[in-house]
Every structure is written in structure tokens, then in C-alpha cells.
């Protein structure tokens, strides 16, 4: 695994909107797991970070939770490698999972 710090898998605000749908890091279709590194929570491990034209930052988490947060309130976003591995689809593309081990059986925890 990285030397990254340990980094909770879910935020600790109010932000967040409840969603069903957890995120498999095996089949992450266009997301871009990352590690957002939050003013005064630290460094939190997301399923999709992505910044809006506004400047927020959207966030899913693996539960599936998502969340908006202020510019003001991020500190950094650092990508987690990710590959493409299996069979091809019907389009011709391969699943894209989150390449380290470690950091998939963190998504599932």
C-alpha cells in the first residue's frame, strides 16, 4: 500500500446527500478515485472527485454518499492510480478499477 496517511472513508459533515448505490472500486466506469484532503478532517478516500466550473468540489463516496464542498474547504485533491484489466465489453473497452490492492479492499471496507 502507499505511505499515504490514513485516510477515512466518509465524511464527517452534513454536505452529504444519502444515495443507495455504493461504488465498486472493480468497475469505477468514468470515476476518478482520489484522495481529498479536507480542511480540518484530513485526507478522505473518494470513489469520484471531481471540481465544477463554480469551483466546488463534488465528491462520491464508496457508500455512495455524495457531497459538495466550498472551494475553501479543500486542500488538495490527489488522484489513486487506476488500469484497465479484463475482457472487453460490447464497446470494446476494459472494466477501469483502482489499481492497488490495498486501496481497492480500502473501498470496500
Known sequence: MSSEPDAPTQFSD???DKAPDSVDPERLGSRKPALVDVVNQGPVYV?????RESGWVYVREWNGTSANLPP???????RIHTERYGE???TGMRP???ADEDWRERARE
Open 96 to 98: 477501469k478499477r483502482v
Open 88 to 90: 472487453r465489453d460490447g
Open 14 to 16: 452534513a454536505l452529504s
Open 47 to 51: 470513489a469520484d472527485a471531481r471540481v
Open 72 to 78: 475553501q474547504r479543500v486542500k488538495q485533491i490527489r
